[in-house]
């Protein structure tokens, strides 16, 4: 059944042609509905971000202030991206990003592997762009806003409080930081599955089938890409190979770059990218001075190789080009299938997240994903309650599958989030 967020049927609801909308909802696909709402959203006087500055503020807030050791592609580039996300919300929920990048984050948002989360103190957000971009289990740029709620839940708060914590409501006479713990302990493992059961059998979306079509295709850029990669080994001449290893034939450099970095790691006793990022920031800081000047002369060696290479042989540079492109082809595939395999942890990640919040433990039965026990165990009722007010505010602007499944499961905290969206918690 078709649905919008409750600030967009507000906004429909307004007017005779949103109000037609509305009324076909319930016979229509979601695809459908989804369309006729984007063209409406398109057509009307909602806030955009239009004016030159305002895309500048954006971008300055998404400026990387670290950059760590990687040669990879910054951040930077993601403001056009999202500006244009934040352009097609409803004037409040832009103003509330815009207002609450403005109070909270003052040098700019970080590059962080791995990692996503937003600092008071430091006034900084931390993103990760594999967790922005390419991550099955998020929605695109759905971490920047969850991050950005946090900040919202903060800058509402009035900067040293969290609104979700301190805002009693109207109707319901508690905060959202106690609503979402009485409603989210009351659920257990057992009840929460079979939600998600229930919800899977409505939905019958043939994930089976969807896969192995996909898994087909896959099959086929493997292909391309291994007559690609043969062309590379016939134009080289084994000239890579030889002075670089097997492995870097037909890589890119910030590849290589990530091949010595991991490298480097594995001759220090470090088995996995992985595992060094779990090690406290101090530690990685010291490995890196130790192991960088070397991978960083190892790539600009190989780096300049190649450039050598491509000079002399410009059919080399053209297969290179053409390998590269079928090998962002899989990757992209790849994260198809996983997306599809993944589909019931971006749409019911938030609920688990919050159930298991209630219950000390991550995520719930079925879903094992969200923060930590020990996260839990610290402040359990004021984390809950910013977590939940991170992931409404993520799925109100970027998810609408989740925000309705919150909705379904936490009705009353959803109801008291939308008084504090809705202006009634504005300090
Ligand atoms: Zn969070």
Known sequence: MGWVSPKVYAILNNSEKGKTILEGIGDKDQATVDKEVDEFFHNSPVHKITSEDEKKFIKSKLKPVWQGSRAGPKIEFLGDDINEAINSLPRNESELILNALRDNVSGGIWQGKGQGYFSVYEKKIVLDRYMLLSSPY????????????????????????????????????????????????????????????????????????????????????????????????????????????????????????????????????????????ELDLTKQQEIRKKIEPSVKKSVEEFKNFKQHLFEINPELKEASEEYSKIYQKKLDKNLEIERVKNVNTRIWGNVADLIGGAHKKKGADGINFGHSASYWETYQKYNLGTEAFAELFDGLTNSKVSYYNMKQVFPKSVEIFEEIINGQGRK
Do not use: P, W
């Open 138 to 277: 998020y929605e695109k740029n759905g971490v920047f806003f969850h991050e950005v709620g946090h900040a919202i839940d903060y800058s509402l708060g009035g900067g040293n409080r969290t609104i979700s914590s301190t805002f009693i409501s109207q109707k319901h006479n508690v905060s959202l930081a106690q609503m979402i713990y009485d409603e989210a302990s009351q659920i257990t493992d057992e009840q929460f599955e079979q939600i998600v059961k229930e919800s899977e059998e409505q939905r019958q979306d043939n994930l089976q089938e969807k896969i192995s079509v996909l898994s087909n295709e896959l099959t086929s850029i493997i292909d391309e890409q291994e007559k690609a990669y043969a062309k590379i080994r016939e134009k080289e001449n084994g000239l890579i190979e030889s002075k670089f290893g097997k492995e870097a034939v037909g890589i890119r450099v910030y590849q290589y770059n990530d091949m010595c970095f991991l490298k480097a790691l594995n001759d220090n006793g470090i088995k996995s990218l992985s595992d060094f990022y």
